[in-house]
């Protein structure tokens, strides 16, 4: 479908794909140390599955310092960047990318604001948050944040495609 798209001289903004005739997008993830030692992956997944997200892509690693630098590079300079590259690199970390209908702003809603003080309560930083830092996972926050940051961690061939039989009754026009 996408490749006709394609000759058809249809151009789709990426990382959105076509399902069916419904636009679904593809966003990153990833659970930081302290959702890993507080015994959370289970329970964050969880709330994305239960919002109708589907899991795409998936693994557990140990941030790199290369990685991390890679990922947060706009924020190289301002006061928290080294404790956050003492935070996350060579520590444990739940990487992902999650597909869905609206998937980055649905992800940012279901994550919360940055800061656990200010995040909704239901979200997941509202929840279970400690910190600025501390504040269990990152989210892409936008469509092209979400195509870079995944080319960080995963190879197209890492990507799983599947139909999800709960997608079909969770999206609406």
């Known amino acids: 479908m996408i490749n006709a798209l394609k000759v058809l001289g249809i151009k789709l903004k990426s990382p959105t794909i076509l399902q069916g005739v419904i636009e679904v997008e593809r966003t990153f993830v990833y659970l930081k140390p302290d959702a890993i030692y507080r015994g959370l992956i289970g329970e ?3 709330r994305f599955e239960n919002k109708g997200l589907k899991i795409v892509a998936l693994k557990m690693m140990r941030m790199t310092r290369e ?5 947060y590079r706009e924020h190289k300079g301002k006061s928290f960047f080294e404790n956050l590259m003492n935070f996350i690199s060579d520590e444990p970390v739940v990487v992902m990318i999650l597909e869905g209908p609206k998937a980055v702003e649905m992800v940012r809603h279901v994550v919360g604001a940055t800061d656990p003080l200010e995040a909704a309560p239901g979200s997941i930083r509202g929840d279970y948050g400690a910190s600025v830092t501390k504040n269990l996972i990152h989210a892409s ?4 944040s979400a195509e870079r940051e995944m080319g960080i961690f995963f190879e197209p061939s890492e990507i799983v495609d599947y139909e999800l039989e709960i997608q079909r009754h969770l999206i609406v026009g």
């Open 44 to 46: 964050i997944i969880h």
């Open 67 to 71: 990685k991390a630098e890679e990922l």
């Open 141 to 144: 926050d936008s469509h092209e």
